[in-house]
């Protein structure tokens, strides 16, 4: 087969970043914002529920995983209708693979979410003294693989529970989900708890590779940290080929007459209107 050059919409080719103006300057920033926001918010709200308790104890494994499970949807519905509100490499690299987004794009939202993450966590740090952290100052709300569980195994657990986000983060974004609407946070937010909830006490379980790097920086406690960029990436991407190709391509759209719908007239208009804005 000849050489062909990639689709004006080449993942490697910066499409967001072309002909820009003013206001589209201004969305991608808002974008960008957006994602370090949502990601200081998550690791802000997360992590507190790591703190001791007044008798000197850690709240409980459950108290923890639905703490950062709802700082996810709260980010959600802040953030949502502005980039995604991703506030995950991980899922961002999903969107690369199914073709929304560009490689220059995943590092733009790689980068704010990272820093926002250390910038949530270093708010937090601010805020609260070490006494009450509960954990070893160095430790606290870094994550950490199981003496138990060998350096693999911890890395196929974040590629399988990270796959699995990955593939609801597909769901709801694909056009023939008629369910995909406006429950997005709720969605999300159940899927954590149901996620985090097995795996999180014994893996420390990240499925975001930001979340585990701000406290990973502000400490610098690299210990294992590959665990939670390898396993994240490699089990969100891998999940997003297989609903691209094996389901999305495959299954049918559902038909539907506009002048069924007058809505569907004033909706398409809107798009149109607004198709300029997108990046």
């Given at each position: 087969m000849p050489?062909?050059?990639?689709?004006?919409?080449?993942?490697?080719?910066?499409?967001?970043?072309?002909?820009?103006n003013t206001k589209k300057v201004w969305?991608?920033?808002?974008?960008?914002?957006?994602?370090l926001c949502g990601t200081a918010i998550l690791l802000s709200i997360g992590c507190m529920s790591l703190i001791s308790n007044s008798a000197g104890g850690v709240q409980d494994h459950l108290s923890v995983v639905i703490s950062f499970s709802f700082a996810i949807a709260t980010s959600i519905i802040i953030f949502g209708h502005i980039s995604g509100s991703h506030i995950n490499p991980a899922l961002t690299a999903a969107d690369v693979v199914r073709g929304e987004k560009s490689i220059f794009m995943f590092i733009y939202y790689t980068v704010m979410q990272c820093f926002g993450a250390f910038v949530g966590y270093s708010i937090l740090r601010v805020l609260v003294p070490n006494e009450v952290l509960g954990e070893k100052e160095a430790g606290f709300c870094c994550n950490a693989v199981d003496p138990r569980m060998s350096t693999a195994q911890a890395v196929g657990v974040e590629m399988l529970i990270t796959g699995i986000l990955s593939l609801v983060f597909c769901a709801v974004q694909d056009t023939k989900n008629p369910d995909a609407g406006q429950t997005v946070a709720i969605k999300f937010g159940v899927v954590c708890v149901a996620l985090l909830v097995p795996a999180a006490?014994?893996?420390?379980?990240?499925?975001?590779?930001?979340?585990?790097?701000?406290?990973?920086?502000?400490?610098r406690n690299w210990k294992d940290h590959w665990v939670y960029w390898i396993g994240p990436m490699s089990g969100a991407m891998i999940a997003a080929y297989v609903y691209t190709h094996l389901f999305a391509r495959h299954h049918p759209s559902k038909s539907r007459s506009v002048s069924r719908q007058p809505s569907a007239r004033i909706t398409l208009q809107h798009q149109q209107n607004h198709s300029g804005d997108e990046v």
């Open positions: 050489f062909q050059k990639d689709p004006p919409n080449s993942v490697f080719e910066p499409h967001e970043f072309k002909n820009l969305l991608l920033l808002a974008k960008g914002l957006a994602e006490h014994f893996i420390g379980s990240s499925m975001n590779p930001a979340r585990s790097f701000g406290p990973a920086l502000f400490s």
